[in-house]
Nanobody, 114 residues
Framework: QVQLVESGGGLVQPGGSLRLSCATS????????MGWYRQTPEKERELVAA???????NYADSVRGRFTISRDNAYATLYLQMNSLKPEDTAVYYC????????WGQGTQVTVSS
């Protein structure tokens, strides 16, 4: 069974940067589209960014130009580079297939605050 383990979150000031990682195991990582999602207590889980097997990417309008999704197929790892962070980026971030269909991991908390 595929497992997803997110890491890299933390507390950062507005304008700062973080790099999230998602380690996967148990599945054919390289052929699947993958995505980063985020959720807050006030909002439903939403797609932040997706990357397809050929490298094409999609981004939510709210993060386009600030976030970059990438993948390392050799290590079956997904990344999200987050720059120019804003308080509204505060959320728990999750990775999953795109569209999602695996059990969710524990996520990683990102808090943007001064």
């Amino acid at each position: 069974q595929v497992q997803l383990v997110e890491s890299g979150g933390g507390l950062v000031q507005p304008g700062g940067s973080l790099r999230l990682s998602c380690a996967t195991s148990g599945g054919p990582f390289s052929i699947n589209a993958m995505g980063w999602y985020r959720q807050t207590p006030e909002k439903e889980r939403e797609l932040v960014a997706a990357i397809f097997s050929g490298g094409r990417t999609n981004y939510a309008d709210s993060v386009r130009g600030r976030f970059t999704i990438s993948r390392d197929n050799a290590y079956a790892t997904l990344y999200l580079q987050m720059n120019s962070l804003k308080p509204e980026d505060t959320a728990v971030y999750y990775c999953n297939l795109y569209p999602y269909r695996l059990p969710w991991g524990q996520g990683t908390q990102v808090t943007v605050s001064s």
